[in-house]
């Protein structure tokens, strides 16, 4: 096997989105147009969307590094909205996308029709949440989309799987159906919940970092699997177990949370890249056999799946937001502003799911003919993946600016932040003081004034951000002192070398002496960081 096609997919991703950072452009949708234009580039390979690799594979790790950086407590007061989205709307567009398809092109059966109804129906787990917090949408907002994208996909494999069943000729009836998307949810959500506590008990026991992130990283394979080979969601379990893990994490050693941290980062950020550029990959392949329709007709109906797609989110989001405020049932009785299911809306970019979940559809039915117009499906699948990306994608920034919406004050942020640190400040001093008095705990006096000096520091620093800027260089107090501290590390990590190069120290006690630096620079940095 030659993997060299692999290891160019992965880095020209990873060139891409880190190009992207750079500019104004989410990295979805720098991605996504690179894709299309290296499809049709002369050497580059065929890069299959293959289902078989991106459902079990892919959407796992993605699944659970969103769960574990949601807000199981944001997600809860937000439920009403997330379970009309996740799964209210997406049945809703699966219907919609396949009356429409059904009444637009020629001799496509009812059941081929919902089949493209469900691969269509779900918004991307990353697009949506990505560009949000790109553009800083208002944090409710962002917690609606996040909480959406964790279940939706569950919703659409399962509806997509009856649909197929049907239009194979497998004798699925919409009773056994909806018997089965019943099935799937409670057993996705069984499997997780019987999964998450032992995960959690076993990662507790395991002192060594090392392990416990190796733990981590099989965690949503492992939840995903089980589930699917009960017949359950795997979406669900890695969910739940995902939610379950970050809301506990903080019992989890320091060594463990900040390399787990890292990892998931890099694990997204590689697994993300790859995905973006597959989809544009998928070009050349979608549009290589129309047959027996023409392109010009095959783009027509493209427009229009695509408009059902955009029209039937605001058809779904508005009465599902105000509705409830009629008829007194809303959470806390305060009126929405229009502007926020407008966004909510619009924000319905679709994804690799979408695709690989196409390219699932077997070509052949039960009786042995061919899946009727499957090629026309995937295009449409395509085009409209391409469509919400690229055309909701670019334009959401600019609506987000003309609505005037804004994310989170961060002068406000900083306030509530410095306000905890002094609570939890005068917490960790009271407890010094108890532990100083048990003669077992006495310190020489100087290591007493640092345990104090670091603990006025640490509440400080968040004060520090909300003080006056130096005129001279418009830093803050605490952005020069991150400064001054790195440039007195930097003078000591340049002696370590220079003795290393003189040999009068060795190469493992460099290795030693710079990570006690790297850790005293990441601390005075985190010290000076919200994030």
Known sequence: MNAFPLLMLVAGS??????????????????????????????????????????????????????????????????????????????????????????????????????????????????????????????????????????????????????????VGEGASWAGGLGEFALAAVGGIGVGLALMVPLHWLRLRLKEPLLQNTMSLLIPFVAYALAEELHASGVLAVVVVGLYLGHRSWQVDFATRLQEAAVWKMVAFVLESVVFALIGLQLRRVVSDLEPFGLGEALWYAAVVLATVIVSRFVWVFPTTYLPLRLGSAGDGKRTPWTHPFVVSWAGMRGVVSLAVAFSIPPTVHDGGPFPALNLVLFLTFTTVIGTLVGQGLTLPLLIR??????????????????????????????????????????????????????????????????????????????????????????????FVELRDARRIDDEMLRTLLRRLDLEEAAAYRESEAD
């Open 14 to 167: 990873a060139a891409v989105a880190g190009l992207a950072r750079r500019t104004p452009v989410p990295a979805p949708l720098l991605l996504v147009t690179v894709g299309l234009v290296a499809s049709y580039v002369p050497g580059v390979p065929d890069y299959a969307l293959d289902p078989h690799v991106v459902l079990p594979l892919i959407l796992p790790p993605l699944l659970h590094t969103a769960a574990l950086e949601s807000s199981y407590l944001d997600l809860r007061a937000n439920l009403r909205p997330v379970i009309l989205l996740s799964i209210g709307y997406v049945l809703f567009a699966t219907a919609a996308v396949g009356l429409t398809a059904y009444a637009l092109v020629p001799g496509l059966p009812l059941t081929a029709a919902l089949v493209l109804g469900a691969v269509v129906a779900p918004p991307d787990a990353v697009a949506a949440t990505a560009i949000a917090r790109r553009v800083g949408l208002p944090s409710k907002i962002t917690t609606i989309l996040q909480g959406e994208s964790l279940v939706n996909d569950a919703t659409a494999i399962t509806a997509f799987k009856v649909a197929l069943a049907a239009a």
């Open 402 to 495: 003309k609505l005037g919406l804004r994310g989170t004050d961060a002068q406000k942020e900083n306030l509530i932040e410095a306000q905890a640190q002094s609570e939890a400040s005068r917490a960790a001093e009271t407890r010094l003081r108890e532990l100083l008095e048990d003669p077992a705990n006495r310190l020489p006096q100087p290591l007493e004034d640092r345990l104090r000096t670091v603990l006025e520091r640490r509440r400080n620093a968040v004060w520090e951000r909300l003080g006056a800027v130096n005129p001279e260089t418009g830093e803050s107090a605490d952005e020069t002192y991150r400064r001054l501290a790195g440039e007195m590390i930097d003078a000591e990590r340049s002696v």
